[in-house]
């Protein structure tokens, strides 16, 4: 099984980035997926949650409006993008896919910096 998140990097204030997380090694389109981040002294937070066939999604207060999380079952692929960044959207974020009663999986992470 594997999560590999990619697209993190520095970027200034107000601006945009895409991150993407491709799974391989178990039913993708069966499972829930997530995007969590964790801020340096600070416990790990969800950001935001998509359906397995990607009909609903939900968001962390601080996000709605401007993180929009996507999936692509054909691609076992789920997406964050995330515009109008602020300072405090800074944390290494993680994709998480879950399904009830089974083992739920993480990626590695990737660094998202927001600074001028």
């Known amino acids: 099984v594997q999560l590999v998140e990619s697209g993190g990097g520095l970027v200034q204030p107000g601006g945009s980035l895409r991150l993407s997380c491709a799974a391989s090694?178990?039913?993708?389109?069966?499972?829930?997926m997530s995007w969590y981040r964790q801020a340096p002294g600070k416990e790990r937070e969800l950001v935001a949650a998509i359906t397995s066939a990607g009909g609903s999604t939900n968001y962390a207060d601080s996000v709605k409006g401007r993180f929009t999380i996507s999936r692509d079952n054909a691609q076992n692929t789920v997406y964050l993008q995330m515009n109008s960044l602020k300072p405090e959207d800074t944390a290494m974020y993680y994709c998480?896919?879950?399904?009830?009663?089974?083992?739920?999986?993480w990626g590695q992470g990737t660094q998202v910096t927001v600074s001028s």
């Open positions: 090694g178990f039913t993708f389109s069966r499972y829930r």
């Open positions: 998480n896919a879950f399904r009830f009663g089974r083992t739920d999986y």
